[in-house]
């Protein structure tokens, strides 16, 4: 089995930063592509950033120049740095991950997600 488990979520005010970290855990032949999702109250789960296997990233025009996604392949981990948050990127932030797993001697592709993390940022 395997599993995506998210940390660093709090509560912080408007222009300090937080940093979130995601590592997976369990039976993992590769990792292709991690992302970071939010989801705000009354709002569709959207995406932050997401990094390739290759490190290639990209960035949702609202956050683009705040955050900065990272992975440590070592450790099956991404990161995410927020820097100057906003009220607006109050949120629950998920995580979500293509999982390479051998099954039956086959390699197959997991989409996976994190339980989620709560970001607050009070103005």
């Known amino acids: 089995q395997v599993q995506l488990v998210e940390s660093g979520g709090g509560l912080v005010q408007a222009g300090e930063s937080l940093r979130l970290s995601c590592a997976a855990s369990?039976?993992?032949?590769?990792?292709?592509?991690m992302s970071w999702y939010r989801q705000a109250p009354g709002k569709q789960r959207e995406l932050v950033a997401g990094i390739t296997s290759n490190d290639n990233t990209n960035y949702s025009d609202a956050v683009k120049g705040r955050f900065t996604i990272s992975r440590e392949k070592a450790k099956n981990t991404v990161y995410l740095q927020m820097n100057s948050l906003q009220p607006g990127d109050t949120a629950v932030y998920y995580c979500n991950a293509d999982i390479r797993r051998m099954r039956q001697g086959v390699v197959r592709s997991y989409d996976t997600w994190g339980q989620g993390t709560q970001v607050t940022v009070s103005s």
């Open positions: 369990g039976s993992i032949l590769s990792i292709g592509t």
